[in-house]
């Protein structure tokens, strides 16, 4: 099988590794890059677990190839804390919004592409740029919420 | 926003509570908003190997034949294991409580009971290779009649689902085909009572659906030992099965785990650290074994099925005086954690209502649907949907609201449970009365006068006259197969650690004498209305009678031994035993 080096920008870092064909972005970014908070819940793009912001726009990183990310930026939920945490971790800190924690990586890209696209988004905004994230233990209210609450406190700051 | 009922059991609140009703920071939750919290195949190896199953397409097939040889030779794969390379190939969770007969293997070798039972493990080097090879297997299938149904799957004559019990009944104790529970006299009552009504209700398999999938990631350590990363929920029940299965001493593995992407009771069955470790250690490399999601819904074991008739008698003012269960659990091919569901549930009934006479038998019944196991308060869930459910029906025969009779069949401090436990406690009452407050519910002056404290006790307080007992379903010649005592007959094979010869099961039991039937005086009776005068309290809690939906312990391997080991003691899940 052959390897292909691909090199990309990952949360603001030029990075790069070999890639085997057919191999997806999910893969490529846990097993070669080591950024494990991507993850993998079906690999059919039904739960959102493994949703990264690919130039800006979030995506399921198990139904891209590696080889098309090549040049391209790639966002996730690791790179999102500089000094402190992002408002939306603090948010779901806070809000108490995450029990197992294996769907809040995906959860938080999700969000981030939002609150960027619309930093005033309503609850019907937030419900539907969440829509395609599972989690199967908070319900969803406590990240709806904190999704809100983390869209206020930006804009108090901005 | 938690509500607090303040005037609610006032004088047993201080209302200093430090938690509850104020906001808290989960102590993991940094790690969760930050992508660190380490799953368990957040752990990178070099060199990983991946195992994937070869799984049953039929719900009961025997074996003829599995083929690896074109498997072997497909690019990546470096060794396929089937069930004769499992050191002790066949296991029961629970009987590292000492409960059950091992029934289950992890690679079946002769037989299939289920649909996407795995037959043969192929290692190879990449998840895609490990598919590749496991398409490559071929399994000679022998298709056998298969049984779906749980009353079906107890007529004579259905196939027999799984080898340890050939009546497609899980035995409790090595005594009884079903576990029994008997409070007074429920034919009687039911004779004396102004409605019978009666209830069938069907649940359904409920997969938990966690969002990460079961897994492990086995590899060798230093000194002889096996480290293993693992999404379980019961660390040390997997140590304990992982090392049981592979016959070898607890302390060569090293278990790493307790942050779970979702477990929801999913993820105790421990098949997946056995199969990681065992292939860690035939190849010598770090070995990982997932679910993928399709066997996530397909193979992993869901919530059991649950089929329960409801034969309730009830007096003209609402009173429900007797209340019979029969009640089917769907414990698919293997035993798992039914039989243990089953104990919970029979602890529960009749719901949190005082009945003075109840009767249940509840059977776990094997059929060929795929294996059952825990998920959020298994056992009572759906026993609980179905009595509720009958509570309504039982309302609407006697032209009574729902909520009403509720609270004049509630449980009130001091009444005596069916299974012989005084009621403590309790805030049915109160509950059912901020329900019809908040949904504008007019209630009756008395029920609105209700209240848990007052009412209970005295003559509801006392055990039944006359408890009406039976010996059906009563098994002879079976044996509890105990595995902490080493009587349990065990296929173990030549092991890296000391293996321990199978000892004969015990002999029979005799059957025990019963205890005498007290005369049936007070059979049937209605116990007084809640608002009754309480004529003094049962004897306190000081003595506590062995409840009689435990039959007799399992005998000893001999009198000597059973000395040895002291006294007669109740445990809640294998009824009487000697420590």
Request: hydrophobic letters at 40%; charged letters at 25%.
């Amino acid at each position: 099988m052959a390897l292909k080096p691909v090199a990309l920008t990952l949360n603001g870092s030029e990075r790069a590794a070999f890639t085997e064909d057919g191999e997806n972005l999910l893969d490529f970014l846990r097993r070669r890059l080591g950024d494990l908070s991507p993850k993998f819940g079906c690999g059919q793009g039904a739960c959102g677990a493994c949703t990264v912001l690919l130039d800006g726009a979030p995506v399921l990183a198990c139904l891209i190839l590696a080889e098309t990310a090549a040049g391209r930026r790639i966002e996730t939920a690791a790179g999102l804390a500089g000094a402190a945490l992002h408002p939306l971790q603090r948010a779901f800190v806070e809000g108490f919004a995450a029990q197992c924690g294996y769907c809040t990586p995906g959860m938080l890209m999700a969000a981030v592409a939002l609150l960027r696209a619309n930093p005033r988004p309503t609850r019907e905004e937030v419900v539907a740029a969440i829509g395609g994230n599972l989690c199967r233990c908070t319900g969803y209210e406590p990240i709806i919420a904190a999704v809100l609450d983390a869209a206020g406190h930006m804009e108090r700051r901005a | 926003m938690i509500e607090f009922r303040k005037e609610f059991f006032a004088d047993e609140r201080d209302d200093d509570l430090k938690e509850i009703g104020r906001p808290t920071i989960r102590q993991d939750i940094e790690g969760h908003v930050t992508g660190r919290s380490p799953f368990f195949d957040d752990h990178l190896f070099e060199g990983l190997l991946h195992v994937r199953c070869v799984r049953s397409p039929h719900h009961h097939a025997r074996i003829r034949r599995i083929d690896t040889t074109e498997a072997e030779r497909s690019p990546g794969v470096v060794r396929i294991l089937t069930g004769r390379d499992v050191p002790r190939n066949l296991n029961t969770l629970l009987s590292l409580l000492d409960f059950g007969i091992d029934d289950e293997p992890l690679l079946a070798e002769s037989r299939v009971a289920y649909m996407g039972e795995p037959v043969a493990a192929v290692i190879a080097t990449s998840e895609a290779r490990a598919r590749d090879g496991v398409a490559r297997v071929r399994v000679e299938w022998e298709e056998l009649p298969h049984v779906l149904d749980v009353e079906e799957a107890i007529r004579p004559g259905a196939p027999v689902v799984c080898e340890a019990y050939p009546t497609n009944r899980f035995i409790y104790h090595g005594r009884y085909d079903h576990q029994k529970l008997r409070f007074g006299d429920v034919e009687a009552a039911l004779r004396g009572a102004d409605h019978i009504v009666e209830g069938r209700y069907q649940m359904s398999p409920i997969e938990q659906a966690p969002i990460e999938t079961c897994g492990a990631i086995a590899a060798p350590e230093e000194n002889g030992r096996f480290v293993c990363y693992t999404s379980t929920q019961a660390l040390f029940f997997s140590l304990g099965t992982a090392a049981k299965m592979l016959q070898t001493p607890s302390s060569r593995l090293h278990f790493i785990g307790g942050t779970v992407g979702g477990g929801f009771g999913g993820k105790v069955d421990s098949l997946h650290e056995p199969l990681a470790i065992l292939a860690a250690m035939l190849t010598g490399r770090p070995c990982k074994y997932a679910f993928d999601r399709e066997e996530e819904m397909q193979v992993g074991a869901p919530r059991g099925a649950e089929r329960w008739y409801l034969t309730d008698g009830v007096m003209g003012d609402g009173r429900i005086v007797a209340r019979a269960f029969r009640g089917y659990f769907d414990s698919g091919a293997y035993t798992r954690l039914s039989s243990y569901a089953i104990i919970k549930a029979v602890g529960h009934l009749p719901g949190p209502y005082t009945i003075p006479n109840v009767a249940a038998d509840v059977y776990c019944v094997y059929t060929n649907r795929t294996p059952a196991t825990a998920m959020r308060g298994f056992g009572i869930t759906g026993v609980d949907f179905a009595i509720e459910a009958q509570m309504d029906k039982v309302a609407d025969r006697v032209g009574m609201h729902p909520l009403e009779l509720r609270i004049l069949n509630a449980y009130r401090d001091g009444d005596m449970k069916a299974h012989r436990r005084e009621a403590k406690g309790c805030a049915l009452v109160e509950c059912a009365q901020v329900v019809a407050e908040k949904a504008g519910i007019a209630l009756s002056a008395a029920a609105r006068a209700a209240s848990s404290r007052t009412g209970g006790g005295g003559e509801r307080g006392r055990l039944p006259a006359f408890t009406a007992t039976d010996g059906k379903g009563r098994v002879e010649g079976s044996t509890s197969g105990s595995y902490a005592r080493k009587s349990a007959p065990g296929p173990a094979r030549a092991a890296p650690a000391p293996g321990r010869p199978p000892a004969a099961p015990p002999a029979p039991a005799a059957a025990a004498a019963s205890p005498p039937a007290r005369r049936p005086d007070a059979a049937g009776a209605p116990p007084p209305p809640p608002g009754a005068p309480a004529a003094g309290r049962a004897a306190g809690g000081g003595s506590m009678p062995p409840p009689a939906a435990s039959p007799a312990p399992p005998p000893g391997p001999g009198t000597g031994d059973a000395a040895r080991r002291g006294a007669l003691r109740f445990s809640s899940l294998s009824g009487l035993r000697r420590r």
